[in-house]
């Protein structure tokens, strides 16, 4: 796997260029142009909590908004009711999280249910959650739930300020996910989950307890996820149940790591890359062009998802590092 590969010295110059071209980015960049890449940043990351289940553990959710959403309530409820700060706030949202990741695994793993049958498990409790959080009074229901917009200051603590501060704080998640999924990649645990991936009836020949490693992928990338929805709320500061449980939002989650490359630690960064900058063009085409066309970017992924399977199946990053040389190649030296 690609993802397993040593990185060359090219390879590891390149993405110390890259980190740090993204680390001065806020002193050159304008405001639109933050914004789309603190987006950009954003899917990178939940792209690779939701790599974890699929790309590690070969588990297919096609429902991780719902994760998303639950961190983005539980810890805005807390912070305009309580006024419990975010970073305190993460707990209870990532427990949250977690606890319906473990229920929709629980019922997906100890009554057999695999594949596109369970991907559609994830995809009814998120449309469950949708429903419900559009009926929850509480955290205002179908018409939105807002926090206060911060006086201007920039508070981390509270996660209130400005664009630049949001920017480095979703770098900083980006960075640390990485770092993570390396560590876990290459640890016995993701030795158990490359192996319950390719060969599950070999896998548990030898030792491995299925359930357990695959609830543990579950529970990693659900709370990973809902982190994310915690930066969504406070970062947006308004929460709409149709748009943070869509479906759709669930499809651009997953997009990242599918077109860089499922199952590769660059793959879900460098796909985000690719799709949003794009996405953003084409709407911007759009609107300079006074044309109406609704549904057009959903397309365009779409489209953008077609011709990866064809012509790319493994995905961008894998193509890219063998042609550049960024990784080295099975048989080679370090």
């Not at 640890?187 to 359930?211: C, K, N, T």
Request: net charge neutral; hydrophobic share 55%.
């Amino acid at each position: 796997m690609m993802g397993t590969l040593g990185v060359t010295g090219r390879g590891l110059v390149l993405m110390v260029l890259a980190a740090l071209l993204l680390a001065v980015a806020p002193f050159v960049a304008d405001r639109y142009l933050l914004s789309v890449l603190t987006t950009v940043l954003w899917f990178a990351y939940v792209g690779q909590a939701w790599n974890v289940m699929m790309g590690f553990s070969g588990l297919l959710s096609l429902g991780h908004a719902l994760y998303v959403g639950l961190g983005a309530y539980v810890s805005a409820a807390l912070f305009v009711h309580f006024g419990i700060g975010p970073w305190a706030g993460l707990v209870p949202a990532v427990l949250a999280a977690v606890l319906a990741g473990c229920i929709i695994g629980f019922l997906g793993f100890r009554f057999g249910v695999k594949g596109v049958h369970f991907a559609l498990l994830t995809i009814a409790f998120a449309e469950v959650a949708r429903i419900g959080f559009d009926h929850i009074t509480w955290v205002g229901g179908s018409a939105g739930f807002f926090l206060p917009v911060g006086a201007g200051e920039n508070d981390l603590l509270n996660l209130r300020g400005s664009p630049t501060l949001f920017y480095y704080v979703v770098l900083g998640l980006v960075l640390g996910a990485l770092a993570l999924s390396r560590l876990l990649l290459h640890s016995r645990l993701g030795y158990q989950w490359l192996a319950v991936r390719e060969e599950p009836d070999a896998a548990e020949a030898s030792g491995v307890d299925l359930f357990r490693a695959r609830m543990t992928a579950v529970a990693v990338s659900s709370a990973l996820t809902a982190l994310g929805g915690v930066f969504q709320a406070f970062y947006f500061n308004n929460l709409f149940p149709e748009q943070v449980f869509s479906m759709g939002r669930s499809i651009e989650i997953i997009l990242p790591a599918i077109v860089g490359g499922i199952g590769t630690l660059v793959g879900p960064i460098l796909g985000a890359f690719i799709l949003t900058p794009l996405g953003e063009v084409l709407t911007f085409v759009i609107e300079a062009g006074g044309l109406d066309l609704p549904g057009l970017k959903q397309l365009f992924y779409g489209a953008a998802l077609v011709v990866i399977v064809v012509f790319r199946p493994e995905g961008v990053w894998p193509w890219l590092a063998r042609r550049l040389r960024l990784v080295r190649q099975p048989g080679e030296e370090s």
